[in-house]
Structures are given as C-alpha cells and as structure tokens.
C-alpha cells in the first residue's frame, strides 16, 4: 500500500537570525550615532544606558569589549575634538554603515529587484536591450548590430549561391534609453524641527542618508547635492549627514530654492528635480541689502509671494519641486497647495514614519519622465 503525503504548513516558534554580540550592539550603536549627530562618548553613555535596562550585554562580551572591537574593525578611531581634547570619533567606514543602514531600513524593498540605472520608455543608444530588432541607420554603435539577424537578412535578400553582406542587410537591437537624474534634497534645520520635544531632524537625517547611499550605489550616473536650510542656505557633503543638527534658526525657504536651481543650472542632465523637506512655514528673507526679514507669526505675504515666485521660476526651467511637509496644520497645507501648483510639482503632507518610502516612489516616478 502506498504511503500517501499530504502537503501542509509546519508552525514552531520563532527563532531569530543568529547575531554575534557585536552585530546585536552595533546595530543600536548606529542608531544611537544618528540621533547623537555623530558624537560617539553620548552614544556610548546611551548605549552603557541601554545595557542596564535590558542586559544587552554579559560578562563574556562588555561594552568595552565592543568598543575594542570597534577600534579593530575601523569604525572608530583617535582624535582631537575641536577644544582641543583627545578622544574617539566615528571614522568614514562608520558613515557608509550608517548609510547603509538608512537605506535598509527606508528602502528595504529594493533587494527584491536587481541593481542598474533605472529605465525609461524611450529606445536609444542605451546599454540595455530591449530584444527588439530594426534597421541599421547610420550613426548606430557597431556593437549593436545582431550577426545572426543580419546574417538571416542577407541570405533572404540575396540567396545562399551568391552570398553577401551589405550595409542594407544589417539589423540592430534596440536598447533602452537609461535616464539621468539630477536631485537636490533640501533640509530645513530651523528650530522648529526640534519644538515642542518632538525630534523631527533624525528622521530626516534618516531619510537624506539612504536616498544618498541609494542614488550612489544603485544609480551612480546620477548626481545629489544636498542642502539645508535655516536662515540661509548652504550645501553639506554626504559625508557630513550623520552630524547635522538643527540651529536657532527661521525658515528661508527661498534661499534654499534659489541655491537648489543655481546647482541644477550647472548641470547637463536633462531631468532635475529637488526634494524638499521640511515641517514649517517659510518665515525669513534676505533682502538686497544683506538684512534679513523675520516674521513667525501666521504666513506673512511677503515673504509667501516670494516663495510663489521660486516655485513658477523652478517650473521655467523644468524643474519640479515635491515638498513633504511634516505637518498637519490646515493653513500650512493651503499654503503648500498654493505653492505646488505654482511649481506644478507634487506634495505630500506626512507623518514621520512614510516619509522615506514616499521619496523613493517619486524618485522612481519622477526618473521615468524624460522632458523634451
């Protein structure tokens, strides 16, 4: 008698991936490191902290014993702190893990597909074929034309007995046309991205480093500059994200769209668009003279206008502008309406936690288009 097997599911508890101690603490320690902007003796006091309260370590791996580890594999390293005193501070090797990090946790889905430029609709003299066969035309790369079609055609056009190969029997394939991008993310690092004890810029930080690490492994024909935005606007180098911090700050948000579209002036790529986000209203202008105009009471029309008159400049030279804003207010959001559609970009009014899977989606959407 024959056995009979009978598919199914076989439940048991869970077992978590296995973490060797220093993977489970530095795990936290980057974390920690982000919301620290970088200071590595605050992080540890946090992280000796956590160790108390849920015994993350035991007596055969010590906190010490992980910062030795740390100095070993070249996250950390000795130096001089800007009052002159020694002591430890996270190395460049850090910095990528923190990247790193950021963009698995944001952009987690992206492992389920392969890496490469991203594509658009177009067939041209890209370096992705499409699998479909035309004519040569002159100008076409050698290295595009198929021998077996062209083969094919030649034999069709002028028999097996009297074989030849002329420029009319070649057949070339198509290949996808892989767009370029240029971004600037912009960052508003006024004070009201800490008010009220809400932490509004480690999310944000979070968010700047993975779209950094993502663009420049996945997409490395494409260029980000970022910037942030208080007072006035300035750019920072990758490198520089983990550290940022808010100031006692306004919020000038046309400084920072006008250093946005001088960046993407300079650049050749035919696809530009800026990032910007923030979670309050604009508030301050540099006038002519140097003197700057201040006021964080409602939206003051002046300077309002002055950010219209950005956003329709932006949308002049093809640019467009997606603003997240981290806020919910009814006359911030009428305000964003009316700046959008200046620009005829796009916004989203979000919380923290979606903000990072939004950008992706639009980068995505946005890298689609190729304007004419």
Request: aromatic share 12%; proline share 3%; glycine share 6%.
């Amino acid at each position: 008698m024959k056995n009979e097997f009978k598919k199914g599911f076989y439940f048991k508890t869970y077992e978590a991936p296995f973490q060797s101690p220093f993977d489970k603490l530095f795990t936290i320690f980057k974390e920690l490191i982000t919301h620290t902007s970088g200071d590595f003796d605050e992080a540890i006091n946090w992280l000796r902290e956590l160790d108390k309260e849920y015994k993350l370590t035991d007596e055969n791996y010590t906190i010490d014993d992980f910062i030795e580890d740390l100095k070993k594999k070249g996250y950390i390293r000795d130096e001089v702190k800007g009052d002159g005193s020694s002591g430890l501070g996270i190395t460049a090797k850090t910095e990528r893990a923190i990247r790193q990090q950021a963009l698995d946790q944001i952009f987690g889905n992206l492992k389920k597909s392969g890496s490469g430029n991203h594509k658009t609709k177009y067939a041209g003299s890209g370096d992705e074929h499409t699998g479909e066969f035309r004519e040569y035309n002159f100008g076409d790369s050698l290295e595009r034309i198929s021998l077996t079609e062209s083969l094919r055609n030649a034999q069709v056009n002028n028999g097996v007995d009297n074989f030849m190969l002329t420029e009319n029997d070649l057949i070339v394939e198509d290949a996808q046309y892989k767009a370029q991008m240029s971004t600037v993310l912009m960052i508003d690092i006024s004070h009201s991205m800490i008010l009220y004890g809400e932490d509004r810029i480690t999310p944000a930080k979070k968010v700047a480093m993975a779209l950094a690490e993502l663009i420049t492994t996945r997409y490395p024909k494409d260029t980000l500059d970022i910037l942030v935005f208080g007072n006035d606007a300035w750019t920072i180098p990758i490198k520089d994200l983990p550290y940022l911090q808010v100031g006692p700050y306004h919020t000038n948000t046309v400084a920072g769209l006008q250093l946005a579209m001088d960046i993407l002036r300079r650049k050749r790529n035919t696809n530009k668009q800026i990032f910007m986000i923030t979670d309050g209203k604009p508030s301050c202008v540099r006038e002519r003279d140097g003197s700057y105009y201040m006021n964080s009471n409602g939206l003051d029309e002046y300077i309002v206008d002055k950010c219209y008159t950005q956003a329709q400049q932006a949308r002049k030279l093809h640019i467009p502008i997606t603003t997240f804003m981290i806020a919910r207010d009814p006359y911030l959001q009428r305000f964003v309406n009316q700046f959008t559609e200046a620009n005829q970009g796009k916004a989203f009014y979000t919380g923290i936690k979606g903000l990072g899977e939004m950008i992706f989606e639009d980068y995505e959407a946005n890298r689609k288009k190729r304007i004419k």
